[in-house]
Nanobody
Framework: QVQLVESGGGLVQAGGSLRLSCAASGRSLSDYVMGWFRQAPGKEREFVLAISWSNSTYYAESAMGRFTSSRDNARNTVYLQMNSLKPEDTAVYYC?????????????????????WGQGPQVTVSS
């Protein structure tokens, strides 16, 4: 069992930056691929990126060049750094843990591949 607690989020102007943290308890995040998803009202949950235990990262097109992620396994925490934010980035952002093995060609991109989820703080980007 893994519990994921997210922090960060809030309101930011377009072009600004935010950093989200996802801290785990129960077991080490080194056993999991970590993913970030987002969901806007009335929309499906959308894949943002996935990151392996060794910090290999796979990006969705919407995140490429603007979002980065990193892991601190000693602190059992994963981070999402969001830069050059746009109003269309407004959503609830979820971190998630997947037991799937990492593959650079096919990392887990779908919600059903993740077993544990954070509570999802709101990120709002004003125009």
């Amino acid at each position: 069992q893994v519990q994921l607690v997210e922090s960060g989020g809030g309101l930011v102007q377009a072009g600004g930056s935010l950093r989200l943290s996802c801290a785990a308890s129960g077991r080490s995040l080194s056993d999991y691929v970590m993913g970030w998803f987002r969901q806007a009202p009335g929309k499906e949950r959308e894949f943002v990126l996935a990151i392996s235990w060794s910090n290999s990262t796979y990006y969705a097109e919407s995140a490429m060049g603007r979002f980065t992620s990193s892991r601190d396994n000693a602190r059992n925490t994963v981070y999402l750094q969001m830069n050059s934010l746009k109003p269309e980035d407004t959503a609830v952002y979820y971190c998630a843990a997947s037991p799937r093995l990492w593959s650079s060609a096919s990392p887990p991109k779908f919600a059903y591949e993740y077993n544990y989820w954070g509570q999802g703080p709101q990120v709002t980007v004003s125009s």
